[in-house]
């Protein structure tokens, strides 16, 4: 397991695009006390629900910033390890000089500071892998932190894509973006019926994602096997109603724009 808990957006080529303003931010002390928070009731939240431990769960940390965070150390269990990086580590060598003790069969999971797992998660990675093949569950949803919305999410490429590497070195990280890894590797995609994981929407994200989707109607009951029960739930029908409605609206437009704007157009003639 890979999780990047706190770096330099320079550091690391899946974060370098996000410029200045994000390289200051990580240096806040508000911002890293709510990315630390963030990581308790989630990532590490999911990983202590496994039914299978890793071998090695690496946490980096960037040198400067990792004083406002050491007070984790004594929550991770026994198979995470705390590797603090210099200014000028680059995170995917610094993986690949941490794991070079393992076997040559090594799969590698990404796992964001504030993503969940299914507990099943790490189990059926493992059965379904196959060397030198990205390994994907497409089917995921995403929790809004600000209004409680939980949300369906099918991405091809997802936060947890995994990489089964045998007779090389090569991880799940050295793709950059994991949206990369479709198509620098081959990769099997398992298809489920309930959510495998759970991305986190706040207000220290690194990335914004499109506020709407389709609802899961039901969360508490859909998403049970998560650590979702600290977080308050939508209050009504009509909100994720609305929610659904631009997620259609945001598809429509992006596939088929000429359409998008004529139905725009009727309806404001209409009202």
Do not use: C
């Amino acid at each position: 397991m890979l999780t990047r808990l706190a770096i330099a957006p320079r550091s690391d080529r899946d974060l370098r695009d996000f410029g200045d303003e994000r390289d200051a931010r990580f240096l806040s002390p508000e911002w890293l006390e709510t990315r630390g928070q963030v990581f308790l009731r989630t990532a590490l939240a999911s990983m202590k629900r496994q039914t299978v431990s890793p071998d090695f769960w690496l946490i980096a940390v960037d040198e400067r910033v990792e004083p406002y965070l050491n007070f984790l150390v004594a929550k991770l269990p026994p198979y995470a390890k705390w590797v603090v990086l210099g200014q000028d580590d680059l995170f995917p060598e610094v993986v690949r000089r941490q794991i070079s003790h393992l076997p040559r069969d090594v799969l590698t999971i990404r796992l964001d500071s504030d993503d969940q797992l299914d507990p099943l998660f790490l189990a059926r990675t493992a059965r379904y892998s196959r060397p030198n093949f990205a390994i994907n569950f497409p089917h995921g949803a995403q929790y809004f932190f600000a209004t409680g919305i939980v949300v369906h999410r099918w991405i091809k490429s997802n936060p947890t894509v995994g990489f089964r590497a045998v007779n090389n070195d090569m991880t799940v990280h050295d793709f950059g973006n994991h949206s990369n890894v479709g198509r620098a590797a081959r990769t099997i995609s398992i298809p489920t019926w309930n959510p495998m994981w759970v991305k986190g929407s706040h207000e220290a994200n690194h990335v914004y994602f499109q506020p709407n989707g389709i609802p899961v109607m039901y969360p508490r009951k859909s998403l049970s096997r998560f650590e979702l029960s600290q977080y308050r739930e939508a209050g009504n029908f009509e909100t994720k109603m609305r929610t659904l409605i631009s997620f259609l609206g945001f598809r429509l437009n992006k596939r088929w724009p000429a359409l998008s704007r004529r139905l725009e157009d009727w309806r404001k003639r209409s009202s």
